[in-house]
C-alpha cells in the first residue's frame, strides 16, 4: 500500500513538472550582440506546427504590457525594468518559426535579457548584448543578380524598421505636372525617384540600398520586406541606367535622418 501511494505521488509530481514546463518554449538562436533601435531575428519552438503562419511587416510594436496574442511576444529585462514587444514578420514551419523584432529603443548599451513568452508561460532567460553602436550585413541577393528596372531582393542582418512610402500622390501630381504616363520606363524611374526622395528626406528612421557601378551611385528606397530561413529581406527596384557587369551592393541604416551605419559591400552580376 505505502510503495503505491509512493508511486502515484511520484508520477503526480512528474505530470505537474511536465504540464509547468509544457508551455515553455525553446529558442533556438537569436543575435547575442544588436542595438537598440536595430531589428533582429529570432528562431525558436513551433508552439502549433499543425496552424502554418506567414506574415510580413516592416516594423514591429513595443506594448505597454503582457497581451493575449495568436503567436508568442517577448519580454526584455535589463536593470530591473522590463518591456514587452511583438513580432513583426512571422513564418513557421513544422517544428520552428523564424521572426523579427525590434531591439527596445529604451535598452542601455550592457546586457540585457530576453525571455519568450507563450500564452502566460515564460521561457528560460536567454542573455544578449546592447551593442552602443549599429552594424548591419548583406548576404547575398534572392535572384543571385540583378536586372535594369527589375526587383531587388536582398537578404541581410540587422536592417532597421522601414516605412513603406507610398508613391500614389506622387504619380498624380507627376502625371498632372510633367505627364507621367507619357514616358519611357526608364524616364518614369528617374522622374518618380527624384520625386520622392523628397519624401524620403523627412524619413527619420528606415533602410536604403546604395548601388555603385562604374563611378555611378544610386540610393534605392524599400518596396516591400520579408522573411527567409536565411534572415530579413528588404526590396528594392534597380535603376534602369545599369550596364551588365559586376555591381557593388551597401545597405545603409537611418536613423535620426542620418545614416547611422553602413554594410559591407557584395559584389553582384547585372544580367
Known amino acids: ?64 504590457a503582457w497581451v493575449k496574442s495568436d503567436v508568442p511576444i517577448l519580454r526584455i529585462e535589463q536593470k530591473g525594468k522590463q518591456v514587452f514587444t511583438s513580432f513583426g514578420s512571422y513564418l513557421s514551419e513544422n517544428d520552428s518559426v523564424i521572426a523579427t ?55 541581410g542582418e540587422g536592417f532597421m524598421p522601414a516605412e513603406i512610402l507610398d508613391p500614389t500622390n506622387a504619380i498624380k501630381e507627376l502625371q498632372m505636372n510633367v505627364g507621367y504616363d507619357k ?36 540610393e534605392l528606397f524599400v518596396e516591400g520586406c520579408g522573411l527567409l530561413k536565411e534572415g530579413m529581406t528588404l526590396d528594392f527596384i534597380a535603376p534602369p541606367d545599369l550596364k551588365p557587369g559586376p555591381a557593388s551592393l551597401s545597405m545603409v541604416l537611418r536613423r535620426d535622418k542620418i545614416a547611422a551605419a553602413t554594410s559591407e559591400p557584395i559584389t553582384v552580376t547585372v544580367q
Open 1 to 64: 500500500m505505502q510503495k503505491t501511494f509512493v508511486v502515484t505521488v511520484v508520477t503526480t509530481f512528474l505530470l505537474v513538472a511536465a504540464t509547468a514546463h509544457a508551455g515553455r518554449l525553446k529558442v533556438y538562436s537569436f543575435p547575442k550582440q544588436i542595438a537598440a533601435g536595430q531589428l533582429a531575428t529570432i528562431v525558436f519552438e513551433n508552439p502549433e506546427p499543425e496552424h502554418p503562419i506567414s506574415r510580413n511587416k516592416c516594423t514591429a510594436e513595443k506594448l505597454i
Open 101 to 155: 523584432y525590434m531591439v527596445p529603443v529604451s535598452l542601455e548599451p550592457g546586457e540585457a535579457t530576453l525571455y519568450l513568452l507563450n500564452d502566460h508561460d515564460a521561457s528560460v532567460p536567454y542573455k544578449f548584448t546592447v551593442a552602443p553602436t549599429m552594424q548591419c550585413k548583406l548576404k547575398r541577393v534572392a535572384a543571385g543578380y540583378i536586372s535594369p528596372l527589375g526587383k531587388i531582393t536582398v537578404i
Open 183 to 218: 514616358m519611357s520606363l526608364p524616364e518614369q524611374w528617374t522622374t518618380l525617384h527624384r520625386r520622392m526622395a523628397n519624401d524620403w528626406a523627412r524619413v527619420a528612421m528606415g533602410d536604403f540600398l546604395q548601388v555603385e557601378q562604374g563611378g555611378k551611385k544610386w
